[in-house]
């Protein structure tokens, strides 16, 4: 929970949002779209799938709240994810769905969505960092003796 001296400067709502439930999903997703494009250019899944798999990695078509009650479940947000993009590719190409999360880990997804929330978190946190040390270092000016 971020102080008073942080909310002012507007960073912690910046970084909080960074790790949304929204953000979240989109990373995971952004994942799993990226893994099926490399995989099928890798030669590693049919090529015909990628693009289907990463259509279906839109994240205004799944709801958080449920999957987030999975989560609680199955200790791990990842399965209860795959397990609803599997279902939407399924929903378009059958033979899609078996190629969804091809070669990655759970670990794998989690890992990488939470180092691309800390790069939309990170910045604003600097920029508040620098105006406080600024603050400070103009109070410390100030009462120089």
Known sequence: MAGRLV???????AASEAFSDTATLRHMLRFEAALA????????????????????CDPGLYDPAPLAEAARR??????PVVKALTAEVSRRDPE?????HWGATSQDVIDTAMVLQL?????PLLA???????AFAAQAEKHRV
């Open 7 to 13: 909310n002012a400067l507007g960073a912690a709502a």
């Open 37 to 56: 494009r490399a995989t099928a250019e890798a030669g590693l899944i049919p090529v015909k799938v990628a693009p289907i798999i990463a259509s279906a």
């Open 74 to 79: 199955t200790a791990t947000l990842t399965v």
């Open 96 to 100: 899609a769905a078996a190629y969804v």
């Open 119 to 123: 790069g939309e978190a990170i910045p």
């Open 128 to 134: 508040a960092i620098a105006d406080i040390v600024g």
